[in-house]
């Protein structure tokens, strides 16, 4: 037998997590967002050759069994991604909480031959996936002993292998960067911020926002970040006593400050340190009473459950479900369950074991501070640090002027990376000052204070304020020079694209000829190319990449979603969809895997007449039998002579008599918009980030009474590499930079291309570089 031979099915779950009304947690309750999970997992686990189940209604149909295990087809998962909620069911199940429920759903599982699970939910899902797996082989002793199952059949399913995905709105996982659910809800959560902000403004009002989060207040948190609130409550870190008198004295100052609205989030597991619940109720009649504020209050409920997912939470299930099926070739009987979870932007796994255990020993703490804090990802701890930074207003007189300016096209985020510098700044006792017009704007003195107050409300605004140009600065060294010592600029917080990136190079070679740009300098790439090297992300990248896939807070119109509609309304309609990125292909492959496209071209993988050719004879075929629709995107700079118009019209004729086509360029409409929460929380760390190394930095150039920094490491960009923010001097990136096609040599996201076309049911070899060693498994298992 072949060591992989016993995998006969793979069965998706559809469970989470909840709480009863006597406070008891329940085996499910609804859950958002996972489809697109479902969909990679179907597909990845058909195209290496399993038979893959459906469960409908979580546990509940584990346990009863008959037509609620189903066999899934490719065709059942198609038009999924784009829709909320859970396709194939949730229910509480008080069956599976008991032995006898177990043994029904192990008798059910043997009697098809099934000895996989993957099972999506939250902690009390995965729980109780975990003592199911630990019971199997005692259950099945039990059924054959009842007569339920033959010992032969017992024998075949000898072992039960388990693979979790998480999916939690709370991001209440300690082993993941994010759970599937989160970048939705919390779009869900600004839109309403964004909304009624605006009427809070108007009236002068204090607004009081309650999100959910009973144990986990990431949602509170990030909403915090992403709005600029004034303060936020959330279970992990209970306030000081007094707390009180210290929120209205926040509040007062902010208005004394000229600010025209309080914004406070509470998440619904707030409390005190004596362990009392902090309601909104109880806020809103401390603000009224203490201070005469007009008030309202929110509670969002189960409104961020819903809705469409993001892009982000689509590409993060698609990824989850195909290293799912990974582990599940890759299992043998000695392997332990695992879970798969999100570090950086490489999928790992965690035993499951481990991961039950550290839940309840969250369970343990009571959240009561800092002991649950560390159970928490590290990002949690780096908001939290962020949030509480950017609080205090206290700053002391450092006598030190930073200037801050935009390069290059402008994108969503901008502002919010320019408002957390500004304030971090102050904070450090720092005069900030406002450069207009990027490197024109310095050459010619454009150049002005920048207060507290004047960057407020910053974070959810799109473009840039300040104007940016996409002008170097090599003809301009002369100006640019006498203006840093005109303006007495100690140091340079540059935010921006490709251009951003090449400007500053500039400026550090100039440093041998002009003195007066020996000084600190910060790149924090934000560009919607995300195309900068040093940095998997960029700033702006991820409101396009929402644009492009119709979940942004824009909802622009035709955007992939809704051409999707269209062609499924219409039949047999294929759109080719042209996307910007410059070089970088990244918008149109995440896109395409965000959307469920049939092709994405790009300039990093080459392409000819050839592979054209199969493309639209695989699109005809799919036509003529299955699909009913398609979606081909474009990055707009990825080969000079298969135009978008050219692959429109090839597509148009090699299709009549199967589809029609229709074209649609997206333009400029991805460089707007309002940034998404992963845009604003991205900007306001990196912002605020800078200012501190800097700050530090200043510290170590200080010779002789003034600023001298000539060192590599005195002008570098900050970026995000895998899970760390870390900072890299310029000059040590050139090695890494296509300059002729603005592009880094190396680029992350190239690995997961083939995903898209696995799920566009191309056949392909897997790239497993990012997963262990299995390409000779899935062949092996390929019939």
């Given amino acids: ?178 759970t599937i659910g989160t970048d939705s809800a919390l779009h869900r959560i600004i839109e309403v911020v964004d909304a009624i902000a605006t009427t809070a403004q108007s009236h002068q009002r204090t607004f009081i926002l309650e999100v959910m989060g009973r144990h986990c207040g990431y949602l509170a948190l990030v909403t ?80 961020q459950r819903g809705g469409t997912p993001s892009a982000f939470d689509r590409i993060l299930g698609s990824r989850m479900g195909v290293e799912a099926v990974m582990a599940l070739l890759e299992a043998t009987p000695d392997t ?42 590290r990002s949690f ?5 962020t949030y509480k930074l950017l609080a205090h207003i206290n700053p002391p007189d450092s006598n030190i002027n930073v200037a801050i300016m935009n390069i290059g096209a402008p994108c969503a985020g901008m502002n919010a990376a320019v408002r957390a510098a500004v304030r971090m700044g102050i904070i450090q006792g720092h005069s900030m000052l406002a450069v207009h017009d990027g490197f024109d704007g310095l050459a010619h003195g454009q150049v002005e204070p920048i207060t507290w107050t004047s960057v407020s409300g910053w974070t959810g605004k799109g473009g840039s304020a300040l104007g940016t140009k996409r002008t170097l600065p090599a003809k301009l060294l002369e100006e640019i020079s006498h203006n840093i010592a005109k303006f007495n600029i100690h140091a340079l917080v540059i935010i921006g694209g490709f251009e951003a990136y090449v400007g500053a190079l500039e400026l550090v070679q100039a440093r041998e000829k002009y003195e007066e740009m020996c000084i600190p300098m910060v790149v924090i790439p934000a560009t919607v190319s995300n195309n900068v090297p040093g940095s998997d992300f960029s700033i702006g990248a991820d409101t396009a990449l929402n644009t492009i896939t119709s979940v942004s807070a824009v909802k622009a119109e035709h955007t992939c979603d809704r051409i999707k509609q269209s062609a499924a309304g219409t039949k047999r309609r294929v759109f080719i969809v042209e ?93 707007g918009g309002t940034p998404t929460p992963f845009d604003r929380n991205f900007a306001t760390k990196m912002g605020a980030k800078s200012v501190l190394w800097l700050t530090d930095k200043l510290r170590e150039c200080y010779r002789h009474g003034r600023i001298f920094a000539n060192s590599q490491d005195s002008a570098c960009l900050l970026g995000m590499r895998k899970r760390a923010l870390t900072f890299q001097p310029l000059n040590e990136l050139k090695e890494d930079t296509d300059f002729e096609h603005r592009i880094p040599k190396t680029q992350w996201w190239l690995k997961i291309r083939p995903i898209m076309k696995i799920l566009a049911k191309y056949d392909i070899k897997l790239d497993t570089s990012e997963h262990t060693d299995m390409e000779h498994v899935i062949q092996k298992r390929r019939p």
């Avoid at 996989?116 to 902690?123: A, F, T, Y």
């Avoid at 707030?270 to 201070?291: E, F, Y």
């Avoid at 149109?588 to 054209?612: Q, R, S, V, W």
């Fill in 579 to 671: 996307t910007m990125g410059g070089y970088c292909g990244y918008l149109a492959t995440m896109a395409g895997l965000a959307a469920g496209a049939d092709a994405a071209y790009i300039f990093e993988e080459k392409f000819n007449i050839k592979d054209l050719q199969v493309n639209v004879e695989h699109l005809v075929e799919k036509m003529k039998t299955t699909v009913k629709r398609g979606l081909i995107l474009r990055n707009e700079n990825c080969n000079a002579n298969y135009t978008t118009d050219l692959i429109f019209n090839l597509y148009s004729e090699e299709g009549k008599g199967v589809f029609d086509c229709r074209k649609n360029v997206l333009g400029h409409m991805q460089q």
């Fill in 1 to 178: 037998m072949a060591l992989y031979s016993f995998i006969t099915a793979l069965v998706l779950l559809f469970k989470t997590q909840g709480l009863n009304k006597s406070g008891k947690r329940d085996w499910t309750a609804p859950f958002p967002r996972m489809n697109a999970a479902v969909r990679a997992t179907v597909r990845v686990g058909l195209y290496t050759g399993a038979k893959v189940y459906f469960v409908h209604e979580g546990y509940q149909g584990l346990v009863d069994g008959g037509e609620n295990i189903c066999p899934a087809t490719w065709e059942s998962v198609s038009m999924m991604l784009q829709l909320g909620g859970t396709v194939i069911g949730s229910a509480r199940c008080k069956d599976f909480r008991t032995r006898e429920g177990r043994m029904k759903a192990a008798c059910n599982l043997v009697k098809l031959g099934i000895t996989n699970l993957c099972v999506i939910g939250g902690d009390g899902s995965l729980t109780g996936a975990n003592q199911f797996r630990t019971e199997w082989s005692g259950l099945l002793d039990d059924l054959v002993r009842a007569g339920k199952i033959t010992e032969e059949g017992a024998k075949k399913s000898s072992h039960l292998n388990i693979v979790g995905m998480v999916g939690s709105i709370d991001n209440d996982f300690c082993g993941t960067d994010m």
């Fill in 381 to 385: 701890e780096n908001n939290w640090n």
């Fill in 224 to 303: 915090a970040l992403a709005c600029g609130a004034d303060w936020v409550f959330i279970p992990e870190m209970p306030p000081d006593d007094g707390w009180e008198n210290h929120l209205c004295r926040r509040l007062t100052d902010q208005r004394t400050r000229g600010s025209r609205l309080n914004v406070i989030i509470v998440a619904e597991g707030a409390m005190s340190r004596d362990g009392t619940l902090i309601t909104s109720d109880q806020i809103k009649k401390l603000v009224t009473d203490s201070l005469g504020f007009d008030t309202r209050t929110t509670v969002l409920g189960h409104v």
């Fill in 336 to 377: 332990p369950a695992c879970v798969v979870s999100l570090s950086g932007n490489q999928a790992v796994r965690l035993p499951l074991m481990e991961y039950t255990a550290t839940i309840n020993k969250q369970k343990c703490q009571n959240f009561t501070g800092h002991s649950a804090l560390f159970l928490m990802c």
